[in-house]
């Protein structure tokens, strides 16, 4: 046989195997043939996309490394009895749901604050952390090294002079933001522990690229956290005029729940290959802050995915009268969609709020191929004006809360590491509602007829930047 005929037998061959990969390890229908297609398509070129790319080789390490302590799916507070006597009788099936999806109890005695935009956040965590005496765990996507970076380095080198143990956790690729980056800084401050989560830069990361931890967490002396979408960076300092403005909002939690957010750190501290430790726990032994019902549920590569999506689809069944969703991004698959329509055919009022223009090439596009479908079916769109909202926030029926660092686009949905907070609050939910009215009044709302007849160069162009959804 000559070296071609050779060269080609090993190329089927390694055709035939991984498309047996693709066959045996992917759920998705629409994902495996998209893969097997390549492969087949563009014989090794393919195969070798998919087996960098196309592998989840995140599951079993994260798997092995996560803490197994007895508590983890334990009930944090009162009784399940109590919880349900707080929790509306039509979300009851809801938390039932949820236990299933992630069998982490909720906490009560809690309470929750929003803050808006850097301004307001950013003075308020710094103080925090400048005040801890026990411990500091941060972790975020994005840590610029500019103002807004220098005013947490500076409440952090505070933290540690006091003698708390301060540990910072920032994603391998939302590091690389700014240039240069604010590695350097923070592995200068005496006392403070810092570690990237997945580097990005050597080729042998290349496999991890599209796996990012997007997880917005500060948590002080295991009493209080600040929890969210809202990375550091100064456009977020929106009253400073900063060349690129963010509007963001994040929330200011105290009670047993920051005990489950400790857990979260705790598992991506130890995957980031830092070692074991003890987070500093509130187990308060005084009154608790407050009554609200709350728990945290993260999401990501390193397990069965997918929970966060389901509590949404779970909300979207379980709503009477109110949708109200804030999202940056707003990508999600035909499921979501189907789902946000019938909430809006059987009288449930759906609003979704999102920026008028991205901050992502393409997105606008992308978004936009999918709102013919949701205005015919009564599904209401409102585009607010700049600067770039990055909030994160779904309110149903103006009870249940859904907030945190994922967007509703399919990379949150299924490859990045997210974590959000569910709870029942009238106040939270009154302060969020009165937060959501204010962007309404600055916003646009979509007009069916405006998207009924688009020309052929806007259909092709939006649809073909939807195919590009997992990507964004």
Not at 336 to 341: A, D, F, I, T, W
Not at 400 to 420: Q, T
Request: glycine content about 8%; proline content about 6%.
């Amino acid at each position: 046989m000559s070296s071609f005929g050779i060269a080609g037998l090993l190329y089927l061959i390694l055709q035939i195997v991984v498309t047996g990969h693709i066959i045996c390890r992917k759920d998705d229908v629409k994902s495996s043939f998209g893969w097997i297609g390549l492969v087949w398509l563009t014989p090794l070129l393919g195969s070798i996309i998919y087996v960098v790319f196309g592998i989840n080789r995140i599951r079993r390490k994260a798997l092995s490394l996560r803490n197994k302590g007895p508590d983890i799916f334990t009930l944090t507070g009162k009784t399940e009895e109590e919880i349900q006597q707080e929790i509306p009788r039509p979300f009851l099936q809801l938390m039932h749901l949820g236990y299933k999806v992630h069998p982490q109890r909720f906490a009560l005695g809690n309470t929750a604050r929003a803050y808006v935009n850097g301004d307001e956040a950013y003075p308020a965590m710094c103080k925090l952390i400048a005040g801890a005496q026990k411990e500091v765990l941060m972790q975020s996507y994005i840590f610029n090294n500019d103002r807004a970076g220098k005013m947490f380095t500076d409440a952090l080198r505070q933290a540690a002079k006091n003698g708390a143990k301060v540990k910072v956790l920032v994603d391998g690729v939302g590091l690389n933001y700014s240039k240069p980056t604010i590695a350097a800084a923070l592995k200068r401050l005496p006392g403070v522990e810092f570690s990237v989560f997945l580097p990005s830069k050597k080729p042998i990361d290349l496999p991890f690229v599209n796996l990012r931890n997007h997880r917005k967490i500060l948590i002080v002396d295991g009493q209080e956290a600040v929890f969210g979408g809202m990375n550091v960076a100064e456009g977020n300092l929106v009253s400073t005029n900063p060349k690129e403005p963010i509007q963001d909002v994040t929330f200011h939690v105290q009670g047993p729940v920051v005990d489950q957010m400790s857990r979260v750190f705790e598992e991506d501290w130890i995957f980031s290959g830092k070692k074991h430790f003890i987070p500093a726990s509130f187990r308060a032994k005084g009154p608790l802050p407050g009554k609200m019902p709350a728990r945290i549920i993260p999401d990501g590569p390193d397990a069965d995915y997918g929970k966060i999506e389901q509590m949404m689809l779970g909300a979207l069944t379980c709503a009477q009268k109110t949708v109200q969703i804030v999202t940056p991004y707003f990508l999600p698959e035909n499921e979501m969609l189907v789902n946000l329509e019938l909430a809006a055919m059987r009288g449930v009022d759906v609003e979704i709020i999102l920026p008028s223009k991205s901050n992502i090439l393409g997105m606008d596009g992308a978004m936009r191929a999918n709102f013919a479908r949701l205005l015919k079916k009564g599904v209401k769109i409102y585009r607010t004006q700049p600067p770039f909202d990055h909030s994160k926030m779904m309110l149903v029926d103006r009870v249940w809360v859904f907030v945190g660092s994922a967007n509703w686009d399919v990379r949150s949905f299924k490859l990045n590491f997210e974590c959000n907070l569910e709870c029942f609050d009238k106040t939270l939910a009154q302060q969020i509602g009165q937060i959501i009215a204010r962007k309404k009044e600055n916003a646009r709302m979509e007009k069916l007829e405006d998207h009924l007849h688009p020309s052929l160069w806007r259909t092709l162009a939006d649809n073909t930047l939807r195919l590009l959804t997992p990507y964004y």
